[in-house]
Nanobody
Framework: QVQLVESGGGLVQAGGSLRLSCPAS????????MGWYRQAPGKQRELVAT???????TYASSVKGRFTISRDNDKNTVYLQMNSLKPVDTAVYYC??????????????????WGQGIQVNVSS
């Protein structure tokens, strides 16, 4: 199928910045939407930002104006630039991609894949 691997997380002080990256690999036919989600301890996973193949972006209200999602369609990679980070942004961040892939029998099938998650810690 399609695999996603996040990178770029870590520990940063409040007000700092981090840039997350997530390349998709596998027998990809096309990728429609790519996005970032996060899950803080004791809370449900929530949407952070998404971007379609046409470049349409959506953001959670809590990150609007601070985070920027982008994607490189040639590299099948989605990025999340996080500025002015706050302690409440501390969470495990997951990337997601939805699209179509080539199966073993050469059929074109739908996929929705998640990365394994990466920790982002923001200290006060």
């Amino acid at each position: 199928q399609v695999q996603l691997v996040e990178s770029g997380g870590g520990l940063v002080q409040a007000g700092g910045s981090l840039r997350l990256s997530c390349p998709a690999s596998g027998n990809i036919f096309s990728i429609n939407a790519m996005g970032w989600y996060r899950q803080a301890p004791g809370k449900q996973r929530e949407l952070v930002a998404t971007v379609t193949d046409a470049g349409h972006r959506t953001y959670a209200s809590s990150v609007k104006g601070r985070f920027t999602i982008s994607r490189d369609n040639d590299k099948n990679t989605v990025y999340l630039q996080m500025n002015s980070l706050k302690p409440v942004d501390t969470a495990v961040y997951y990337c997601n991609a939805e699209g179509k892939y080539y199966s073993d029998s050469s059929r074109i099938l739908h996929f929705s894949s998640w990365g394994q998650g990466i920790q982002v810690n923001v200290s006060s």
